[in-house]
């Protein structure tokens, strides 16, 4: 008699042959198209022109394979002919005969020959085969590293390793790249000055919504990586808010006027500030509204309701903003990837550099090497996703203690690696700041003729430069450099054009 409250045997379960199904795959390999490619190689050596700018020994899931394409192709390289005589001669010597298994498996590359016109198609299909044996590489990497095998690693910084890493798989431009001959080039620069002949206001680039600087530049150009640099109360986070702000606007009043949708975003890196304060700045500016007297709440009806109805005005720019503080280089590159694939992008900010962190896994030596690496990271950033990227420095202490406080390049910190990789230096600088620190004081004159003297002479200069600042452009790389008059209005820190036309 059968006991019924014994447990009937375990039938193997669903998820478990799963499991077992998964573990036996094979990885992505495509052996046919490898021997077809070989083969074509072999047969004629004008294929490889076809397959050698993306496709290299190390995607070819066969290390024989792989080992035969890479002497066909260093003979190549070299001038040589590689057919199945001239190779067998080197299989020969260097062994690689006896670990085919004789000539056999020549023959067998031969009769497998693809014509030449068909070889690029089977060098993307070992490359496509290799990107997916990458990617499983990298998923079982993340699954052994989040049950903890990677010790001292958290989930955070576990995520922006694993965003790296597949962020340089998918940014391989080896299929992508080689030359591109001098007739491309003039049509590619044709097309820049048409667009510039067609624009206004002889911008060719992005506009920074300041005249000047826009006559000066072009605007702001794809690839491009400008440093904004100046002291502490100089204005640079305003200034790169407004340039940010008015590029946005642009946009979306070009997507407005041809009835679409805004086909690029312009995204801010906060390092420094948060996104409710950057978003009260600007709210400041364009309703007029002092940004202090917005903490405070000491605002009328009248003023409050146009600072709301601004606000509903400015929400649906093309603004991004991202407060992430001590953000790396390699999490920014993934987050700028992310918005330009689902809202497009087309200007970078960081505020600051100097607060940011290199890619992750890096240790640089010293601070300048690792300033130097986020500069370079910049660079590539702009040249990767094809924006201008505008990065906010710091400058040393060694302005304060010169008579002409106006700032110079030797006065960027770590300056060298900065200098280098910018195609733009520029400094901010408000003569108006140091002069105000200058009030004469009573207790300095031994009578009050000789102060009230003093005092005119200093309210005199404080005319001269009210409301003014400067914004110097020491180096640019496709243009003249120069000094730009620009406005500033402390009470909603606001940028401008200078009138100088009218002034008195």
Known sequence: MNDLSSPAPAAPSEEGGALTALLRRSPPANSEAEQALLGALLTNNKAYERVSDFLSPAHFASPLNGRIYEAIARRIDRGMLADPVTMRAEFEHTGLLDELGGTEYLVRLLTAMVGIVNAGDYGRAIHDAWVRRQLIEIGETIVNNAYGMADGTDGPTQI??????????????GQDGGFVTFEQALTGALEVAEQAFHRTGEVSGLTSGLRDFDKKTGGLHPSDLLILA???AMGKTALATKIAFSAARAIQREAGEKGEKPRGAVAIFSLEMSAEQLATRILSEQAEVSGERIRRGDIGQKEFDRFVRVSRELATLPLHIDDTPALSLSAMRTRCRRLKRTRGLALVVVDYLQLMRPALGTRPESRVLEISMITQGLKAIAKEFEVPVIALSQLSRQVESREDKRPMLSDLRESGSIEQDADAVMFVYRDEYYLQQRMPKDSAFDSMDKYQTALEEWHRKMALVHN?????????????????????????????DLDTVHDV
């Open 468 to 496: 003014k600042a400067e914004l110097i452009l020491e180096k640019q790389r496709h243009g003249p450099t120069g000094t730009i008059p620009l406005y500033f209005e402390g009470e909603f820190t606001r940028f401008g």
């Open 160 to 173: 922006s390793l694993a965003e790296e890493t597949l962020f340089k798989l998918a940014t391989d431009k």
């Open 230 to 232: 100046g002291r502490p």
